[in-house]
């Protein structure tokens, strides 16, 4: 019973900490102590005795318990109560009725929230309030209305971005624009035309954490899954000790770009790359380079051992040493990173003796990630 009874009074809401909460509620406070005193000043300075406006909490829950939705950022706060004071006035001077002042003001400032796009759901309040008091004065706009209204975005920027949240804020995209997130915007943009109702979420926030619910859709999916069972585990491999002419042999005749280098007990040492190969080639770039292009591209390279320094004689003088490895025991998950932000493409896979065991490439990967979303 009380399960069914507990979504009717708010429990289908996100959940945020007590610490959010504690933070939200801390942030209303010191805004509007803030805000007030410094409207209460100006208003003994100016002589004015109304100093503050009705509407100014519920303006505060927007700015402080959601600082990233799109009607609580500060061109909202201020132009919406701004504009919806003056229309407020405006139909105050013009109708003489309060039972047709009120719905014209508030119908025509929501009009023109759209229109200016500051959409501020308190601003409605503002024309409301504005009306049914009979405020027929456009000083009423300036002060308290636009005054309170800029000192309480002062007063939210300033204590959100003490306690960690961004204010104004900017979208999760501008941090993370890649060109899936771009694709992932016009997705989004298609959905909410057929939607076609008010959102109150930034739109490229929205497009970013749909990208993330999906990555965590595959994490699940992927969940269990080792590199020991996705890695190829027939892996060529080179010797340390081997000789480079050999090693250039290994690489062409087999058609591959990288090998892993290991020592005698299989543990990876290095890694070497044709262009490892080519770079400790004895090559004279000052002197008919074009020419000896051409020679070692129609003779295949097959020349090239007779043009090694003398000094690389094996394999170990010319490998890179620092390569990245992976342990067969890691969740497929990892991968994610070392491939699509370092740039690998294919990583080494040892065992818990650090010995190699395999080989992980991006078409490994990519093959299963397609096998789980058939499960």
């Not at 306690?163 to 909410?192: C, M, W």
């Not at 490439?361 to 299963?368: E, G, L, M, N, P």
């Amino acid at each position: 019973m009380k399960k069914k009874i507990l979504p009717h009074f708010g429990q289908d809401q996100t959940n945020v900490s007590q610490q959010e909460r504690f933070r939200a509620a801390g942030g209303a406070l010191v805004g509007l102590l803030f805000t007030m005193a410094m409207g209460r000043y100006i208003g003994s300075v100016a002589g004015v005795s109304e100093w503050v406006m009705a509407s100014l909490g519920a303006s505060a829950l927007l700015v402080f318990v959601l600082p990233s939705s799109p009607m609580a950022q500060p061109w909202a706060v201020i132009g919406g109560n701004l504009i919806s004071a003056l229309i407020g006035i405006a139909c105050v001077n013009v109708v003489d009725n309060p039972m047709l002042t009120a719905p014209f003001a508030v119908g025509f400032s929501i009009l023109a929230m759209f229109v200016l796009r500051c959409l501020h759901p308190p601003a409605a309040a503002v024309a409301m309030i504005t009306a049914l008091g009979s405020v027929s004065s456009f000083q009423y706009a300036l002060f308290p209305v636009l005054t309170d209204s800029v000192f309480l975005t002062i007063a939210g920027a300033a204590y959100n971005n003490i306690t960690g949240k961004s204010y104004p804020h900017f979208s999760l995209e501008n941090s993370l624009k890649n060109e899936q997130s771009v694709i992932n915007s016009r997705k989004v943009d298609a959905v909410l035309a057929r939607y076609n109702q008010v959102i109150d979420i930034n739109r490229d926030d929205l497009a970013v954490l749909i990208e993330q619910v999906e990555m965590k859709a595959y994490e699940y999916k992927l969940e269990g899954i080792k590199c020991a069972d996705i890695m190829t585990k027939e892996v060529r491999s080179l010797d340390v000790k081997m000789p480079v002419e050999a090693a250039w042999k290994t690489l062409r005749d087999n058609h591959i770009k990288a090998l892993p280098v290991i020592d005698r007990n299989r543990r990876v040492v290095g890694i070497v790359t044709l262009e490892d190969l080519l770079r400790h080639a004895n090559i004279d770039l000052h002197k008919n380079f074009g020419q000896l292009v051409k020679g070692v591209v129609l003779s295949g390279l097959k020349g090239i051992g007779h043009t090694l320094k003398p000094d690389a004689e094996t394999v170990g003088q010319i490998m890179t040493k620092k390569v990245r490895v992976i342990s067969e025991s890691r969740n497929v998950m990892d991968l994610v990173g070392i491939f699509h932000s370092q740039g690998h493409h294919h990583l080494p896979v040892i065992d818990s003796q650090q010995a190699l065991v395999g080989i992980i490439t991006q078409s490994d990967f990519v093959a299963a990630i397609e096998k789980s979303l058939k499960r």
